[in-house]
């Protein structure tokens, strides 16, 4: 299934990919492979992941404080955060609607 992100979920992962390698050299890359693998994991089998409202559904990062959060379409996945676990998460309301 193709992976597609909403404009802020994009926003949200290069500032996380930037802000991991400014702490640290090669940790951003790190952040980045982890996260890249795990979209191929949704995009390979959206549903083995828990559904938390309605359709939406979220995948948490093993290494790193980020979840994933994401719908299904017939032939797509969209992100629609990639959000750090200390995040109020009342800040992603309405981003399933737009």
Known sequence: MK????RI??????EAVSWY?????????????ELDLLLKRIASHPEQFR????ILR????RRFPYVVYFL???ERVVVLAVFHAKRDPVH???RSRS
Do not use: C, H, M, W
């Not at 992976?3 to 909403?6: E, G, L, V």
């Not at 979920?9 to 290069?14: K, L, M, W």
């Not at 390698?21 to 492979?33: C, H």
């Not at 979220?58 to 990062?61: F, G, I």
């Open 3 to 6: 992976i597609d992100f909403r």
């Open 51 to 54: 559904q938390i409202r309605g």
């Open 58 to 61: 979220r995948s948490v990062l």
């Open 21 to 33: 390698e400014n702490k640290e050299p090669g940790l951003g890359r790190e952040f980045q492979n």
């Open 9 to 14: 979920a994009r926003r949200e992962y290069d």
């Open 72 to 74: 299904t379409e017939p």
């Open 92 to 94: 992603l309301e309405n």
